[in-house]
């Protein structure tokens, strides 16, 4: 198995995106950036196997989604279904948010980030062979 995250024939297709981040994607990364939320590290248009995430904070396995406009078509729906569900086959956790969300109510959104933070920080890890 090939490098899962950053990998490198990604790098054109991460370095464009984070050069033209929606105004949504702006917005929020001004507020995860520089370990604003909890102390947290977040990374913006982060590889993860073949896909490209928004934001992604590798401490907490957590991926933060912006979906604009062009998400909502029934084909683009099932393709970010299957598309989160293979992604969280790795471990990764998920939130997803619409460009609205973040126009209209951000502080309400950092708020779901921090709560889903604290419960993240709160679920004990699972152990493939028990304590000593």
């Known amino acids: ?20 981040m929606t105004k949504a994607e702006v ?23 073949i896909y490209v995430v928004d934001f992604y904070c590798p401490e ?5 989604e912006v979906d604009g406009a062009t998400h909502f078509t029934d084909e683009d729906i099932a ?4 598309r989160q569900e293979r992604i969280e086959q790795l471990g990764v956790r998920f939130l997803r948010f ?5 126009y209209d109510s951000l502080e309400c959104v950092m708020e779901v980030i ?12 699972l152990r493939s062979t028990p304590p000593c």
Not at 79 to 82: E, R, T
Not at 98 to 102: A, F, G, K, P, Q
């Open 79 to 82: 393709y970010d279904k299957d």
């Open 60 to 64: 907490l396995k957590l991926a933060i």
């Open 27 to 49: 917005l929020l990364w001004i507020e995860l950036k520089g370990r604003k939320v909890m102390g947290y590290k977040f990374r913006r248009q982060f590889g993860i196997d």
């Open 1 to 20: 198995m090939g490098k899962i995250f950053n990998s490198q024939k990604n790098t054109n297709k991460r370095k464009e995106l984070r050069h033209n």
């Open 98 to 102: 619409t460009n609205l969300d973040i």
């Open 114 to 125: 921090r709560n889903k933070i604290k419960e993240i920080e709160t679920t004990p890890l």
